[in-house]
């Protein structure tokens, strides 16, 4: 991809290259009253330095969270701590990370990524859960499987981020129209309300925020019993007017020079996307 073209494109998506960049974006939304998920760019890592390496820049990240003092998660991508290669290890580095964010009052947040994944994560979230109860899992409402998967996590009330999905699968694996994707997110929103433990909803799509606010009032949940999630630089609008009406909100803030598959999936994962991904290099 050319340089000059994607520089400014990747400013809006990805808040810089270096961890205080990630640091300082959260700071100014918490200003604006809006908490942070803090993500390190990196996936798919296939060697045990690389694990390590990435386990050691996530505890330097919660190590300046707490001298920044900012109001943060930090979410991980358990491939880029081992997973494909030696899960007990990858269950080790979750647990020190989960221990360090406890010890300066903030959780572990856990990225759900491609299908293949999908199995050994929640297998990783359910050894990890009587530990700690506090880190949240994302699931992909798009997955055939999903609803299945948190009937079976019902007992540990799970404490999950509901998200449309960004990967490309197959229609054996994902359902594929919006308006399907729409009714099984709707579906999740309402199964979360009920039997999970404070549900974050991370989408920019009005109706679905719409659903999960009317529904949270008719579970008499009100406005503190959920939580409302979004992306670095997309619908900054939106973000902002529902942290003025005083819904808790938290954007996800990417950070690291491993940006091309992040920033790949902001622009493929819909039209609107792409659409919106185009009206961002003509400069909107
Ligand atoms: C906090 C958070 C964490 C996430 N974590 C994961 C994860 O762990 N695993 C995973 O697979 N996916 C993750 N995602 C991505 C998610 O799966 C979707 O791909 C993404 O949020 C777009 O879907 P949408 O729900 O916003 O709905 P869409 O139907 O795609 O979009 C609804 C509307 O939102 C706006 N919009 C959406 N995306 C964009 C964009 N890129 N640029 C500009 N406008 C846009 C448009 O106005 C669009 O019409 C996460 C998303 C969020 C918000």
């Not at 938290?250 to 609107?272: K, T």
Request: proline share 4%; with cysteine; aromatic share 8%.
């Amino acid at each position: 991809m050319d340089h000059r073209l994607s520089r400014p494109v990747v400013a809006r998506f990805v808040a810089g290259d270096g961890l205080e960049d990630g640091v300082g974006a959260i700071a100014k939304l918490n200003q604006r009253g809006i908490g942070g998920i803090l993500d390190l760019l990196g996936e798919g890592v296939t060697d045990p330095e690389s694990a390590s390496q990435a386990a050691d820049e996530y505890l330097a990240s919660i190590k300046l969270i707490e001298e920044a003092a900012i109001d943060t998660t930090v979410t991980i991508k358990l491939t880029q701590l081992g997973l494909a290669f030696d899960k007990a290890e990858c269950i080790d580095y979750v647990r020190r990370l989960a221990t360090e964010a406890r010890s300066i009052g903030t959780y572990i947040e856990i990225d759900m990524e491609q299908s293949p994944f999908v199995g050994d994560t929640l297998e990783v979230y359910r050894a990890l859960h009587t530990e700690f109860n506090d880190i949240r899992l994302a699931v992909q409402a798009y997955l055939r499987r999903t609803p299945a998967d948190l009937q079976a996590m019902a007992d540990l009330r799970p404490k999950i981020r509901l998200i449309k999905g960004a990967y490309s699968e197959s229609p054996e694996v994902a359902v594929q129209k919006k308006g399907e994707i729409d009714a099984q997110f709707a579906w999740l929103t309402d199964w979360l309300l009920a039997n999970g433990k404070d549900p974050a909803i991370g989408t920019h799509d009005g109706a679905l925020i719409d659903h999960c606010i009317a529904s949270a009032g008719r579970a008499g949940t009100g406005k503190k019993g959920f939580e409302l999630q979004f992306l670095y630089g997309i619908r900054r609008d939106l973000q902002q007017h529902l942290a003025d009406e005083g819904y808790r909100t938290r954007v996800y803030v990417p950070f690291g020079s491993a940006w091309y598959p992040y920033l790949m999936r902001r622009m493929a994962e819909r039209p609107a996307n792409l659409r919106f991904f185009l009206r961002a290099l003509a400069g909107d």
